[in-house]
């Protein structure tokens, strides 16, 4: 089992920068691959980002790629999202999420754990 939860959320102006934080609770989340995905009323949520279980690989969507970073402390339990250059459709819900299978994978099914969520909120 394991739970996630988030924080990091704000409120900031188009073009700057954020890290978010999912810090994880749970033996396993070492063995985890990670993401981060988003979601917007009425619409469905959206991959981001993710980490395989050692860090050495990540994938990323196309819309986020070279302007977020993702990344993992496995001593702290934590996943991060650096995400820069923050755009007014940023604005959204952000979840962090947990693989058991530890594959590198932008689909919500294959994630077993989320968190609840944090607002981001990019004004123009």
């Known amino acids: 089992q394991v739970q996630l939860v988030e924080s990091g959320g704000g409120l900031v102006q188009a073009g700057g920068s954020l890290r978010l934080s999912c810090a994880a609770s749970?033996?396993?989340?070492?063995?985890?691959?990670m993401g981060w995905f988003r979601q917007v009323p009425g619409k469905e949520r959206e991959f981001l980002a993710a980490i395989r279980w050692s860090g050495s690989r990540t994938y990323y969507a196309d819309s986020v790629k070279g302007r977020f970073t993702i990344s993992r402390d496995n001593a702290k339990n934590t996943v991060y999202l650096q995400m820069t250059s923050l755009k007014p459709e940023d604005t959204a819900v952000y979840y962090c999420?947990?693989?058991?299978?530890?594959?590198?994978?932008?689909?919500?099914?294959?994630?077993?754990?989320w968190g609840q969520g944090t607002q981001v909120t990019v004004s123009s």
């Open positions: 749970g033996r396993i989340f070492s063995s985890c691959a």
């Open positions: 999420a947990a693989d058991r299978n530890s594959a590198l994978t932008g689909s919500t099914w294959d994630y077993e754990y």
